[in-house]
């Protein structure tokens, strides 16, 4: 399939909030979407072509009262003029991580300064997981320095820009699609570590034979589950293997997955909002292999 062939599905979310329009694609989350815009009234979701199916669609929505939705094809380019309308303005992680638009003014301060395509590619630091991942990796700027890294559904390529930046001595970017792909590699080269980082079309059956000291997963929940025990045989011993993309609900079903594997959480789940407040918190793991 052309990765170019996508589908946008929009969701009406009445009476509209932006909760409301989260707790919509929590139901939906299970499906093979690539990535959601929240656009009043409605929750866009992108998905390939050749990956829809609306019984599917129709299935997950029934459980939320079934709200009405419309779909229609779109173009790689038409689908890039929808993020550019939502704006790509410039993100700080903890104050040392800095991700901007390519072309747009430079920050100052900070360690580590990230120039972005998005293109079509998931990852400009705006969505909470992406930025939970920046968060986390530079807790584990000792193993990444010198060490060997993978970054397994790269999207724009911003993790495994960051793990080059901080002097990883490999660094490998994995994803199913091929789009991705070469934004991953455009954006490795505007950053001017495209030498440092090899950049590859595939999934997670890529990581046998490797192995890693930093496994980087922001993907979803499902395929988080699928791959573990491959991640879990690439990793180094004392490595660590950074997931997001899910739910905090969702962490202690992979926690006990993780757990049966030998993979130990050494930290508290990593979320931005208070779940207590937001059932629907995004979340992140830090696990490390047992020595």
């Known amino acids: 399939m ?17 909760e409301a329009a989260e707790i919509v694609e929590a139901f939906v989350a299970d499906l093979p979407f690539d990535s959601f815009v929240v ?10 072509a050749a990956l829809f199916q609306p019984a599917a669609l129709d299935e997950a929505l029934s459980a939320c009262g079934s709200p009405s939705w419309t ?19 410039p993100i700080s992680v903890d104050g ?24 079509m590619a998931f990852g400009t630091g705006h969505h909470q997981t992406t930025w939970l991942m920046l968060y986390a990796m530079l807790g584990c700027e000792g193993l990444i320095r010198g060490g060997r890294v993978v970054d397994l559904g790269c999207g724009t390529g911003v993790l495994a820009i960051l793990a080059a930046k901080m002097r990883a001595a490999q660094v490998d970017a994995i994803d199913i699609d091929e789009v991705a792909v070469q934004s991953a590699r455009e954006n490795a080269r505007l950053n001017r570590v495209g030498s440092r980082i090899a950049v590859s079309c595939g999934d997670a059956s890529a990581l046998d034979g490797g192995r890693y000291d930093v496994i980087l997963a922001n993907i979803h929940r499902n395929i988080i589950l699928d ?28 926690l006990e997955e993780a757990r049966g594997l030998g993979l130990a959480s050494e930290a508290d789940i990593l979320t931005r909002e208070d779940p207590d407040e937001n059932p629907q918190a995004w979340a992140c793991l830090v696990l490390q292999s047992q020595k």
């Open 39 to 48: 656009e009043d009234p409605y929750l866009k979701c992108y998905i390939q």
């Open 2 to 18: 052309n990765s170019r062939e996508y589908i946008e599905v929009s969701i009406r979310v009445q009476p509209f909030s932006e």
């Open 71 to 89: 779909s229609k094809a779109v173009q790689g380019e038409n689908w890039n003029r929808t993020w550019e309308q939502e704006g790509f303005t």
């Open 227 to 254: 791959a573990l025990p491959r991640m879990k045989a690439a990793l180094a011993s004392g490595g660590v293997v950074l997931l997001s993309g899910f739910y905090y609900a969702d962490a202690e079903a992979i």
């Open 96 to 119: 040392k991580v800095w991700v901007a638009p390519a072309g747009g003014p430079k920050a100052r301060g900070g360690r580590f300064h990230i120039a972005l395509l998005p293109e």
